[in-house]
């Protein structure tokens, strides 16, 4: 199944994720990158994980909202220590 650009997910190598944020727009920038606003999705039931079915959908909307944080590593790696916000900490929080 294909996930549009916007749409991010994780979990285990082996399992499917159950979850998936549906990016919609940047509320701020950061220092090290930027926070998005995003919708929660959910897995259907049901749903066939590595089939080509393009007329079913994979993913239902939630009524959940939250906010993810974009970091460029290359930025992490090249101000970490010029600034007193740790972003490896703040992730690992």
Known sequence: PLSPPNVAHGSAPATPPQRAYWIQ?????????????????RRRQGATVGVNTSS????????EKCAVKEMSWNHIRREQDRLAEDPIKEVSA
């Open 25 to 41: 727009r940047t509320l701020r920038e950061a220092i090290y990158g930027r926070v998005k606003y995003a919708v929660v999705l």
């Open 56 to 63: 079913v959908a994979e993913w239902e909307v939630t009524d």
